[in-house]
């Protein structure tokens, strides 16, 4: 079966089922290697692992609501072949869902004691950005990941320099990312209004400092 053969009730329940495996973590299975798996695990200091931690819980929270807003966008988007595009791009934000998680317990913390409410809020978003019309919900993604670039650059500087595996996680990430906006871009996304950039950077840094500590 395709997308395109799936109901409004097919994509609802497909939407609650990777609500639910996004948060309990265990969304489905990505095909790519953990790009931390080919560094060396060194010693950090308490200080640095702690760091590390609440940087990577930050990431993690950023992944859980991307993954939300494409779900989001794929419920209410109007052209097929765009809602393909944002449901292949909910998919490859897996891996970095992942890659976060398995990194935050190795630094011996937790994800986001918040990820539902991530989750939950960050669905609407997605939903009525999909009800504006694709070129606005494709110019949606652009924006948003180009704001997560700008967001793991600051965490790349905050980063302890020598945790190696968190750094090379979230330089991969950054390169997905800007191919993510690339696709969305090519595709006809359109410039967002910039109040509307503006809010979205606002909701982002609300989650971050709190994700930080939560
Ligand atoms: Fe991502
Ligand atoms: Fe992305």
Redesign the pocket.
């Known amino acids: 079966m395709t997308a395109l053969q799936y109901s409004l009730v097919d994509r609802l329940i497909m939407t609650v089922d990777n609500g639910l495996r996004t948060v309990c973590g265990k969304p489905p299975i990505s095909e790519r290697p953990d790009p931390a798996d080919s560094c060396e695990e060194v010693e950090l200091s308490d200080a640095e692992q702690r760091l590390a931690a609440a940087l990577m819980r930050v990431n993690h929270a950023g992944e859980v609501s991307?993954q939300a807003l494409y779900q989001g966008q794929a419920l209410t988007a109007k052209l097929p072949n765009v809602r393909d595009k944002m449901e292949r791009?909910a998919l490859?934000?897996n891996d970095?869902l992942l890659w976060c998680e398995r990194r935050i317990s190795e630094l011996g913390s937790h994800t986001s004691l918040l990820s539902p409410w991530w989750y939950s809020g960050s669905l609407v978003i997605g939903a009525l950005a999909g009800l504006a019309g694709d070129q606005w919900s494709l110019g949606f993604?652009v924006e948003?990941?180009r704001q997560?670039i700008r967001h793991l650059d600051e965490h790349l500087a905050r980063l302890p320099e020598k945790d190696a595996k968190s750094r090379t996680i979230l330089e991969q990430?950054k390169e997905?990312?800007g191919h993510?906006?690339t696709i969305a871009l090519q595709a006809g996304g359109a410039p967002l209004p910039e109040p509307v950039k503006k809010l979205m950077a606002l909701s982002s840094k609300v989650m971050t400092r709190t994700a930080y500590w939560l």
């Open positions: 991307a791009a490859e934000e970095h993604i948003t990941e997560v990430m997905d990312e993510h906006a």
